[in-house]
């Protein structure tokens, strides 16, 4: 049994020393065909060729010791374009022979090339962030490096593209993130998704750091609740909030409910005229605060307004003769006078007296028209007296002086 082991294991080293002695010391001279891709050369800058043919078939000669130490892939092919052009054209295939081979032919020999012009404009890249980190953090604006990509492609495309944007998914996140993302052209349309337009480079880092917190929100500030009037002669004519917006800040959730922030009410009956008074804010939920100081400024305008008041129980002055007797019915009036507070405040009893002359009337019963005092302040108008009339009765005496009665008047 061992001897049959020996003689197969000194056969097996004596074929293996007649095939290096007849492949390789001896090594006759063969040929041999091999595929080549087709490696583009010396592309001016701002082309784009096509070749129609990505490999050619390249005949070679050469001893079977070159080809059994040379691997295949070894074998280049190329095609110069150093004078390239836009348009169509056969270029010569070039095959660089390895040591001690032969190129025999290569098929094919010319290989049509088509060439066109490129465009290359500079964009932003903008950032994309969708979903939202866990609840209790927050995210920093995201960081694009670079921030600008270059976006090369044939002229009538580049014209076409009006940003560059890449995506994240932030979704439940609790660290920062720093991710390779590919770049996506858009235009007005959507996004442009061909090999003929690329951006230089295609992938850019996203940055974005994620920490404790919770996310804010600007809303605007209510219009205030008044409560009361303002003095006598005076009204709230407009009112201005300052800031008119604040930033709020919680959960999500709770943020999306609340649409604006309200202030406490603001008392109208303490002013005097217009002044600035401080809003105190109230937040809209538990769980929500306002970040910063929780005041805004309620600017108030007050004007000056005309009120009207009565002035009531005045009597009657009646200027008769001495041989006449009246009665009055009814004996006192009330007058509405409308103006501004500080201008009634000033009218004196004496300028709101109404006299009534019967001298040259005869015995009767009269009704007579009261008109406004003539002794009433310019600034000062009168709306109505009340009654508008009186009824006066008339009889004789046996006296013949002229006399004047009056009956004392009253502040209203």
Known sequence: MN?????????????????????????????????????????PNLMRATLKTQTVSVVLDGTRRDFILTRPDAVQASID?????????????????????????????????QAKMLAVKEFDVSAEVL????????????????????????????????????????????NSISENQKVTIFSAEGEIATP?????????????????????????????????KPPDGLRLESFAIDPSEVTISGPLRALKQVNEVNTLPIDLSSLVGSSSVV??????????????????????????TKVVRPYRGFPLTLKNSTNQHCVITPSSYTLLLKGFVEDLEKVHPNQLGITLDVRGEKPGSYSVELTCPPTLPENVAALEIQPGQVNVEISETSATDTGTSTVPTHSP
């Open 3 to 43: 001897t049959r082991i020996s003689l197969k294991f000194v056969a097996f080293v004596l074929g293996v020393i007649l095939w290096v002695y007849v492949n390789i010391i001896l090594s006759p001279v063969v040929r041999r065909s091999f595929p080549a891709p087709v490696e583009l050369r010396n592309l």
């Open 81 to 113: 374009l150093i004078n390239l052009r836009p348009g169509t054209f056969l270029m010569p295939v070039r095959v660089s022979p390895l040591p001690g081979m032969v190129v025999v032919s290569v098929s094919p020999s010319q290989i049509e090339v």
């Open 131 to 174: 979903g939202q980190t866990a609840e209790g953090f927050i995210s920093e604006p995201p960081v694009v490096k670079p921030p600008r990509v270059k976006v090369e492609g044939p002229p009538e495309l580049v014209e076409r593209v009006t940003g560059c944007k890449v995506s994240v998914f932030l979704q439940d996140v609790k």
């Open 196 to 228: 003929s337009i690329k951006a230089i480079p295609d992938k850019v880092t996203i940055v974005i750091l994620v920490k404790e917190g919770f996310p804010t929100r600007t809303v605007p500030v209510a219009s205030p609740t008044f409560i009361n």
């Open 279 to 304: 809003g105190l804010l109230k937040a809209p939920l538990e769980s929500v605060r306002i970040v910063g100081t929780p005041t805004v400024m309620v600017n108030i305008s007050i004007e000056r």
